[in-house]
């Protein structure tokens, strides 16, 4: 069965300052990797994906992500944080099933 | 207009009532999907639709059901409803891009706040 990990609840940054958002994945074949953002009382937005190809994808709003195979890895970065990224940030894995799982959510949390 | 609406946003209602939360899509998309969020969890697949003659349990199904009306149209179901169904409810829809695989994102909706006394 898939599944997806986000081992950590919540993420402190300070503004200007590098981020990762940590998931791990378990699937059957070839996963395809996505990252979502929930902003406060909003549905949750796409950001980016990978599906093949260069292990380093680049998404909305300066954010990228990394697969990393042998880890079963697909953290989300972000050079410089800004205050306006704090939100709840979603991984989510699917095969070739059809049906995206999601992991557990962490929140994001930038200072001034 | 938002590509997907979800009607009602807020519910408030009793145990034992039968609950309807409507979706309804302009993307054009076939795929459309009833997931419920609580707090450390995350989202959850309740079920799943491919097509409009298409019909899948996801994760959670117990409690609920589900009716495709036509492409645009989704509507979640709970029968009978009880306190733990308490949660925040998306429908989302997606666009499969190649070879059925489901490479494509899905779209969410605003989501329909349920509470359950």
């Known amino acids: 069965a898939q599944s997806v990990a986000q081992p950590e609840d919540q993420v402190n940054v300070a503004e200007g300052n590098p981020l990762t958002v940590k998931c791990t994945y378990s699937?059957?074949?070839?996963?395809?990797l996505f990252w979502y953002v929930q902003y406060p009382n909003r549905g949750l937005q796409f950001l980016l994906k990978y599906i093949t190809g260069d292990n380093l994808v680049k998404g909305s709003y300066g954010f990228e992500a990394e697969f990393n195979k042998s880890q079963t890895s697909f953290h989300l970065k972000k050079p410089s944080a800004l205050v306006s990224d704090s939100a709840l940030y979603f991984c989510?894995?699917?095969?070739?099933?059809?049906?995206?799982?999601f992991g557990q959510g962490t929140e994001l949390s930038v200072k001034p | 207009d938002a590509d997907v609406t979800q009607t009602p946003r807020n519910r408030i209602t009793k145990t034992g009532k039968r609950i309807m939360l409507e979706c309804s899509q302009t993307k054009g998309h076939d795929r459309m999907y009833w997931y419920r969020q609580d707090p450390g969890l995350g989202l959850r697949l309740i079920y799943y639709s491919f097509d409009v003659k298409d019909i899948n349990k996801g994760e959670i199904s117990d409690g609920y059901s589900v009716s495709r009306q036509a492409q645009a149209k989704f509507s979640l179901s709970l029968e009978s409803a009880i306190p733990n169904q308490t949660a925040l409810y998306f429908c989302?829809?997606?666009?499969?891009?190649?070879?059925?695989?489901?490479?494509?994102?899905?779209?969410f909706g605003e989501g329909s706040r349920l509470t359950v006394l």
């Open positions: 699937v059957s074949g070839n996963p395809y």
């Open positions: 989510a894995v699917t095969n070739q099933g059809g049906k995206l799982i």
């Open positions: 989302a829809t997606s666009d499969p891009t190649s070879g059925g695989r489901n490479t494509g994102e899905l779209f």
